[in-house]
């Protein structure tokens, strides 16, 4: 079993930051691939980006790149998102998934994460 705990959404103007956190319990942090998802209303489930168990991999939607970082502190247990230059339609919900598959790289098919973090909120307006 593995916990999933976000932390650090809220509201924020067009062209401001946020970090979220998600701290991780339950199982060795380091041998599982992470990944960050969002859902706004009305719109199915999307992935925002990806990181390998040693971080040294990741994966970001188009329309994030460039704007967003995923980090993680094996250390801490944690995953990061920095999130810059947010957008309005970067509003939605967001969730921290575990994938603990071992895999080298980590997937970017949701269905494939085993572990859901409960979701924050994050609420962008222009």
């Known amino acids: 079993q593995v916990q999933l705990v976000e932390s650090g959404g809220g509201s924020v103007q067009a062209g401001g930051s946020l970090r979220l956190s998600c701290a991780a319990s339950g199982r060795t942090f380091s041998t599982y691939n992470m990944g960050w998802f969002r859902q706004a209303p009305g719109k199915e489930r999307e992935l925002v980006t990806a990181?390998?168990?040693?971080?040294?991999?990741?994966h970001y939607a188009n329309s994030v790149k460039g704007r967003f970082t995923i980090s993680r502190d094996n250390a801490k247990n944690t995953v990061y998102l920095q999130m810059n230059s947010l957008k309005a339609e970067d509003t939605a919900v967001y969730y921290c998934a575990a994938d603990l598959t071992r895999s080298l790289r980590p997937t970017m098919n949701q269905h494939e994460y085993d572990y859901w973090g409960q979701g924050t909120q994050v609420t962008v307006s222009s």
């Open positions: 990181i390998s168990r040693s971080g040294s991999i990741t």
